[in-house]
Structures are given as C-alpha cells and as structure tokens.
C-alpha cells in the first residue's frame, strides 16, 4: 500500500514579472529536487511550468512563458 503525504506548494520565491505573480514551487519526489512555477493574475492561477531540474531553468522558462502573454 502506497503511503505518502500530500504534495502541497512549498514556494522558495515570488515575483512580479509581466504583470504576473510568479511563485516557485520547490519539491522533492524520490530525493531529487525538482521545481515548477504557479503563474497567478487578477482572473486566474495557472502552472506556467510544470517541471523545471533547476531554480535557475524554472524562472528562465517562467519568464518566456509570461513574455508569450504578453499584450501591450
């Protein structure tokens, strides 16, 4: 029987990039360190990036998904 606890967020950095509120979320599944980023607005809260091997990786690619939405 499978036991484990709940995954929830555990956000090591926030930041305003684009109008969005990025949150890095930082867990770790079987001892390897993995990292996503939750993307939130006024009207929604969305995974910008589901998985990212690094903090630095996880804000580079959060950015470029931000910077996809942009609209001047």
């Known amino acids: 029987m499978l036991t484990s606890l709940p995954d929830y967020p555990r956000i090591i950095l926030s930041f305003t990039y684009r109008g969005w509120k ?12 993995m990292y996503a980023v939750w993307a939130n607005d006024a009207k929604s809260s969305v995974v910008a990036v589901p998985y990212a091997p690094t903090r630095a990786i996880a804000i580079r690619r959060a950015k470029q998904w931000a910077d996809r939405r942009f609209v001047l």
């Open 22 to 33: 990025l949150e890095i979320d930082q867990s770790e599944i079987e001892g390897k360190v």
